[in-house]
């Protein structure tokens, strides 16, 4: 799957929520690796925020990016559209501190991007592909969210409150294709009692029964509702009659819980990559989703995480395809078979035996595989990467040219398993490659290395 951006600029006007102010946000196409980028447009030197979950400085009544004295809040809502719509890269220009509210939901940012379209770029999309269970909780709220291995993104979410309108709704999303007609028109909510406190913090003034979901569900006196009526700028309403406030009905029955799940997606898409796993989550809040997104951004920046390997499962490349692609034979064929492959990267496998030719003599006391194969064995499996690219390729070989940056960190003994990770720096030009290996035995690096390789036709 390659990597997605926006085929053309797209502007949209509307109030803050929680600012009140006439705000203006364009979204615009970015090149590959680029990501989500938040342009304050309105500052001096216009400071650009990625959006990283930890560069989150709030989760209060929404999520706020900030870098240095630079913030911009209630993100959540645009990258949810962003994500959902396959998008990874994204430039946004905004002249105020937060998004627009517009009416409450993604629905206007849905048909903006439907409008412009999308476009393919020429790179492949890099998954956070869950491997084992990741949780986190929060014993004071309840809260819980669990991410299990599963081969597509997919969310289960459960919310409770003391109320009688919304005691415990449930919401499933179980493929981004529909959330354009199941999330993205379902809009935040708030509870009357909690106006006042949000009010007295300084948030909402740009809130209305236009642009949220209104709850009053505990009796007030009827002077406290006037008064909260009065700085909507709605028509005053009777104290003893409980309910939804707003005008216009529910688009969903339980449309409070499909807003969280909406929230989650954006809260999720700021670990910069899309997700591979089933997410379950009780009593969700931008602060648990906040939690979890920072640590699969701890996972993903750990230079130690292994490429995942599984015997049992059918490899890309058996013995026999790599002994079609290489020329190299016994004793100096060094890959077994290759498990993972993208265009620009490939994942080998060498099981480390003590039938090793080498261990006769290094060392017959104390076996450990030479360093300088490993970066052998690390260059035959970038040689595969760029040979199975090629028509005819067993009419070319691979010799090196260079070996940069090359560093040893752990032995490498009878019995271990090594998995060679290689990564075209850039891509191949006139025979030439340049690639990135890392070998990893047990979840660590042993080795890693640059190197050079050129492609030659055999005679």
């Known amino acids: 799957m390659k990597q997605k951006t926006l085929k053309d600029s797209f502007t949209l006007k509307g109030k803050g929520l929680h600012t009140g102010h006439d705000i203006e946000i364009t979204f615009n196409p970015a090149p590959v690796d680029f ?9 001096e030197n216009e400071p650009v925020i990625e959006a990283l979950a930890e560069n989150v400085v709030n989760t209060q009544r929404g999520t706020v990016l900030g870098v240095d004295n630079a913030t911009v809040s209630t993100v959540e809502h645009a990258f949810s559209t962003l994500y959902a719509g396959g998008i990874d890269n994204c430039l946004i220009e905004v002249n105020a501190p937060e998004f627009p509210i517009l009416d409450g939901s993604a629905i206007e940012y849905v048909k903006a991007i439907e409008k412009v379209g999308t476009v393919e770029q020429e790179k492949d999309k890099d998954f956070f592909v869950v491997r084992k269970k990741m949780e986190v909780s929060d014993s004071k709220t309840g809260s819980k969210i669990t991410l299990l291995p599963d081969d597509n993104f997919s969310i289960n979410s459960n919310i409770e409150f003391e109320s009688q309108y919304i005691p415990n709704q449930y919401a499933s999303l179980e493929s981004m294709d529909d959330f354009n007609t199941e999330i993205a028109p379902a809009r935040t909510f708030v509870f009357v009692r909690e106006i006042q406190k949000l009010r007295q913090a300084g948030l909402i003034k740009g809130g209305n029964l236009d642009n949220a979901i209104v709850i009053y569900e505990r009796k007030l006196p009827q002077n406290e509702l006037d008064e909260i009526a009065d700085e909507l700028n709605v028509p005053r309403m009777d104290a003893n009659q409980l309910g939804y406030l707003n005008y216009r009905k529910l688009s969903f029955p339980n449309e409070p819980a499909r807003h969280k799940l909406l929230d989650i997606i954006g809260d999720m898409s700021l670990i910069g990559k899309p997700i591979k796993g089933r997410l379950i989550a009780t009593r969700p809040g931008h602060k648990i989703n906040n939690q979890l997104a920072r640590l699969i951004r701890k996972e993903i920046k750990n230079k130690n995480l292994q490429p995942y390997y599984d015997p049992a499962v059918e490899p890309l490349m058996d013995i026999n395809r790599v002994k079609q692609l290489l020329p190299h034979r016994y004793p100096f064929l060094m890959v077994d078979k290759v498990i993972e492959q993208t265009e620009t990267s490939i994942v080998g496998v060498k099981n480390i035996t003590n039938d090793e030719p080498y261990f006769v003599g290094h060392f017959p006391e104390e076996p450990v595989m030479p360093g300088v194969l490993q970066i052998e064995a690390m260059a035959q499996t970038g040689g595969l990467l760029v040979l199975s690219g090629l028509d005819e390729p067993e009419r070319y070989s691979t010799y090196f040219l260079k070996i940069d940056n ?21 891509q191949v030009r006139r025979g030439i490659a340049t690639m990135r290996g890392l070998a990893f035995v047990g979840g660590k690096i042993v080795s890693e290395a640059d190197f050079t390789a050129q492609i030659i036709k055999n005679k």
Do not use: A, M
């Open 406 to 426: 090359v560093k040893f960190r752990s032995k490498v003994v009878p019995g271990d398993t090594i998995l060679f990770k290689v990564e075209l720096s850039s």
């Open 35 to 43: 990501g989500y980028r938040i342009k304050r447009v309105d500052l």
